[in-house]
Each structure stands twice: as structure tokens, then as C-alpha cells.
């Protein structure tokens, strides 16, 4: 019984921490005995947060100016769509690899410079589409426009 209530106490401090709660099923095998299966449930949406709430930009003018005409060129000529968030943008692309990979290396990059920014990118299991969520903090979307040109 000691065993349990440790092992319950973990599961209990552990979900505290992440903000999941926990949900148990009771399964009934062939043989008649009872096992259960522990599933996380997600409560704060399971999405990724950011710790910094300073809107700037690390990379020089010259930087900017070079990902501007590269990365975020090529990523404006093949957007399908824009949608407005309240807190930024999403921005709709083809989920085909070769889309997903310059998505995911805009999300390496732009990270380094641009940290007060949360990416959230959804793709397609059948590649048809592939969706990037640039979010931030206050004044995020104000400077979505004119910094990125997206």
C-alpha cells in the first residue's frame, strides 16, 4: 500500500507541475484481470509559452535586411493565406516536405533573434497544408508587418 501512495503522490506532484490532470481507464483483458491504462489530459491547452516580453529584434540592420531577402521572401511567395490572431498571425503554406523544412529552419533562426515570440507549426499528415502560428506578446502583431514582411 506504501508503494501505491508513493506512486500516487508522484503522478499527483507531477501533474501539478505540467498543468495536466489525469484520467484512468479500467480495462478488462480476456483473462478476466483488471489493468489500467493512465492517460494525460492537457488543461492549459498544451501549448508552448515564452518567458520574455521584450519586443527586439538581435539581429543588426544588415542581418535583417539579408533574411528578409532570402527566408522571408521565399516563405511570403509561397503563403496561401494569413489570418489575424489576437495576439499575432497564421499563416497557411503547402505541408509538402520541402515547405515544412525552410518552415521549421525559419523557426530556428528566428527564435535567436527574435525570442519573445511563440511558433506554433501544424502540418498536415496528408502534406496538403501546413499552418505557422507567430504569436508574442503585446505589440507582437505591430511588429509582425513591418519587421518580417509577412
Known sequence: MLLN???????????????CTNTTKTNVASNDSTTKASTAMCSDGCIAT??????????????????????????????????????????????????????????????????FFTFNLSVSGDGSEAWLQLTGPEGSKDFITPELSL
Open 50 to 115: 515564452n518567458k520574455s516580453g521584450v519586443l527586439t529584434c538581435k539581429l543588426t540592420s544588415a542581418e535583417l535586411q539579408q533574411c528578409k531577402a532570402t527566408v522571408l521572401a521565399s516563405l511570403r511567395k509561397q503563403m496561401l493565406e494569413r489570418k489575424e490572431l489576437p495576439n499575432g498571425y497564421a499563416f497557411k503554406f503547402s505541408g509538402n516536405d520541402q515547405t515544412v523544412d525552410e518552415l521549421t529552419s525559419f523557426i530556428k533562426t528566428e527564435r535567436q533573434c527574435c525570442d
Open 5 to 19: 501512495m508513493k506512486t500516487l503522490l508522484t503522478i499527483c506532484v507531477c501533474f501539478a507541475v505540467v498543468g
